[in-house]
């Protein structure tokens, strides 16, 4: 159902969510034809620190909630498979 505002609704959610409580951080990952599972990665470890051997965790006590928008959209490998969608499992 394109055109219908789920990001939107999606993200006005999240913005309240993240303003009453300032515990919540979000993070917002649009995919494209382009990402890859190297590029998530990055990503999605932008707001994480090294907390204690290989635990990585948000600064601080905050939780850290991730949106992931437009899923299917990586374009597929030779396997036919979609390495970033591999690594999100």
């Known amino acids: 159902m394109p ?3 789920k990001t939107q609704i999606i993200k006005g959610l999240l913005n309240d969510l993240c303003a009453k409580n ?3 951080l979000q993070q917002i990952i649009n995919f494209n034809f382009y990402t890859d599972a190297n590029l998530l990665q990055m990503i999605m470890e932008q707001n994480l620190e090294k907390k204690a051997g290989k635990i990585f965790a948000p600064r601080g006590t905050n939780k850290l909630l991730y949106f992931v928008d437009d ?3 990586p374009a ?3 396997y036919d498979t979609q390495n ?3 690594l999100l499992r």
């Open 3 to 5: 055109g219908t505002g």
């Open 22 to 24: 300032p515990i919540y």
């Open 71 to 73: 899923l299917n959209m």
């Open 76 to 78: 597929r490998d030779p």
């Open 84 to 86: 970033a969608i591999a």
